[in-house]
């Protein structure tokens, strides 16, 4: 049974607004797409391409932290979380300056704000800008008999999108970033 392709999200919005880079958690260590060009947001595997413990305290080290303090300074951070246990992490292991506060297990399923359209915003994003890419190649004369050769001669876990097949982990990232990148979540659709 062949495997499919598995991302695993973190987002994370200021009280202002501002959007911390995505973060993408997948099975594979290096997938072969990542030859084809940079990553454009942070990437790290996970055997079953989940958070866990480990993988929150590099997200809040590597991640948050350091675009945290790009964009507001060397300030106190309280940041807010669901009570996934990956979340429940020892103040020893956060910097100084930040608390965790956790959200009432009674309300996370009603006011988490991931939840709150968010998204259903941005699935309906991505699928847009997928299906728009693949009109685009499809939509020419002879595109389709075009993208299936070329399709034809890349190497395994390059087949993406820019040769009309499914999209692989880098054609994903792209597509999440683009979407992430909007100025609101409103154009998310647009």
Partial sequence: MKDKTRLMLMVCTSATGRKCPLTAIGKAEKPACFSLGSLPFPYRHQSNVWFDRDTFKWWIRDVFW???HGVHGLVPVCLIVDNCSAHKVNAG????????????????????????????S??????FR??????SIFDKEGGYKTARLQRARQKRGCKGLAYGGKPHVLDAMDLLHNVWSCASMLELKA
């Fill in 66 to 68: 350091s675009w945290n």
């Fill in 130 to 135: 997928m299906l728009s890419m693949l009109l």
């Fill in 93 to 120: 292991a956060l910097p100084q300056d930040l608390v965790l506060k956790f959200l009432s297990p009674i309300v996370t399923s009603k006011r988490q704000p991931a939840d709150m359209g968010i998204i259903a």
């Fill in 122 to 127: 941005f699935k309906v994003g991505y699928k």
